[in-house]
């Protein structure tokens, strides 16, 4: 890794150092390395994320942990939020849901909407805390109105089954609408759902096309099985295509060579 000093990091300016971030990932983290050492609470967030992706760095998530931990004790709202992700799924630490509740707590409150989203999961699932449906929804409508796509797609979801609220499925086709349009694909799912049972096909079908680029494999998986036994011919056909190109993308990505040791 490329040794950056003290005095570098002094003297670079804000244009040049945003050029380093955008370039050559193992520069990037070595610079961003050293500002975290040197006591930038920032960087400390940044280079945590970027050993838990292994971006410019090998992966390394006990590291990643450290370090969203330094930044989270000195108030980095999206470091308590990372703090609370480790907590939760064990990266670089035992999991711990009370704990990982405790974290997106903290980043809530101070305003972040990643982690009113994830502390509204909680509250909603009984995740590490007593299930309050009523408290999530306050907060993923705080979150949603700073145009978090999943808070909306949650409150979409809230409103379409009458939880804590009478169902009107007028206002939670707005919300999937506003969470489809962010880019969210669980909102895109839905919002092609309830554009579908009014009739408007060509428009469900525009979403649901969406949807495979950035869904997980089994959110993917479980809408292709929605598809396979619909009633309406073309969600039918896309099921099918939907399942060729899964099929063809995992023969692309898998030399036979090595099939036997995937």
Same mark, same amino acid.
């Given at each position: 890794?490329?040794?950056?000093?003290?005095? #570098? @990091? #002094?003297? =670079?300016?804000?244009?040049? *150092?945003?050029?380093?971030?955008?370039?050559?990932?193992?520069?990037?983290?070595?610079?961003?390395?050293?500002?975290?050492?040197?006591? +930038? =609470?920032?960087?400390?967030?940044?280079?945590?994320?970027?050993?838990?992706? $292994?971006?410019? =760095?090998?992966?390394?998530?006990?590291? #990643? *942990?450290?370090?969203?931990?330094?930044? !989270?004790?000195?108030?980095?709202?999206?470091?308590?939020?990372?703090?609370?992700?480790?907590?939760?799924? $064990?990266? $670089?630490? !035992?999991?711990?849901?009370?704990?990982?509740?405790?974290?997106?707590?903290?980043?809530?409150?101070?305003?972040?909407?990643?982690?009113?989203?994830?502390?509204?999961?909680?509250?909603?699932?009984?995740?590490? +805390?007593?299930?309050?449906?009523?408290?999530?929804?306050?907060? *993923?409508?705080?979150?949603?109105?700073?145009?978090?796509?999943?808070?909306?797609?949650?409150?979409?979801? *809230?409103?379409?089954? $009458?939880?804590?609220?009478?169902?009107?499925?007028? +206002?939670?086709?707005?919300?999937?609408?506003?969470?489809?349009?962010?880019?969210?694909?669980?909102?895109?799912?839905?919002?092609?759902? @309830?554009?579908?049972?009014?009739?408007?096909?060509?428009?469900?079908?525009?979403?649901?096309?969406?949807?495979?680029?950035?869904?997980?494999?089994?959110?993917?998986?479980?809408?292709?099985?929605?598809?396979?036994?619909?009633? +309406?011919?073309?969600?039918? !056909?896309?099921?099918?295509?939907?399942?060729?190109?899964?099929?063809?993308? @995992?023969?692309?990505?898998?030399?036979?060579?090595?099939?036997?040791?995937?």
């Amino acid at each position: 890794m490329e040794q950056v000093t003290l005095q #570098a @990091l #002094a003297n =670079v300016s804000h244009d040049r *150092f945003a050029a380093i971030l955008s370039g050559p990932a193992d520069r990037a983290a070595a610079w961003v390395a050293a500002a975290a050492q040197n006591g +930038i =609470v920032e960087a400390q967030a940044v280079y945590g994320q970027y050993l838990l992706d $292994g971006h410019g =760095v090998e992966r390394n998530a006990e590291a #990643a *942990f450290t370090w969203f931990r330094h930044a !989270a004790r000195r108030d980095h709202p999206m470091a308590m939020n990372m703090l609370g992700r480790c907590y939760e799924h $064990g990266w $670089g630490t !035992a999991a711990c849901a009370p704990v990982a509740v405790y974290w997106y707590r903290l980043a809530a409150r101070a305003g972040l909407d990643w982690g009113m989203y994830n502390y509204a999961s909680a509250l909603a699932l009984g995740h590490g +805390i007593s299930c309050d449906r009523v408290e999530a929804l306050q907060w *993923f409508q705080r979150a949603a109105e700073l145009g978090h796509a999943k808070s909306l797609n949650f409150v979409g979801s *809230f409103y379409e089954d $009458g939880w804590e609220v009478e169902a009107d499925t007028n +206002i939670a086709l707005y919300y999937y609408q506003r969470a489809a349009e962010g880019g969210d694909f669980r909102g895109q799912f839905n919002y092609a759902r @309830l554009l579908a049972e009014r009739g408007d096909i060509d428009g469900a079908l525009h979403w649901l096309q969406r949807v495979p680029h950035t869904a997980t494999a089994a959110f993917v998986t479980k809408m292709q099985r929605w598809l396979s036994v619909s009633p +309406i011919g073309a969600f039918r !056909a896309l099921g099918e295509n939907i399942n060729v190109n899964i099929s063809s993308n @995992l023969s692309a990505t898998m030399h036979p060579a090595q099939e036997s040791h995937a």
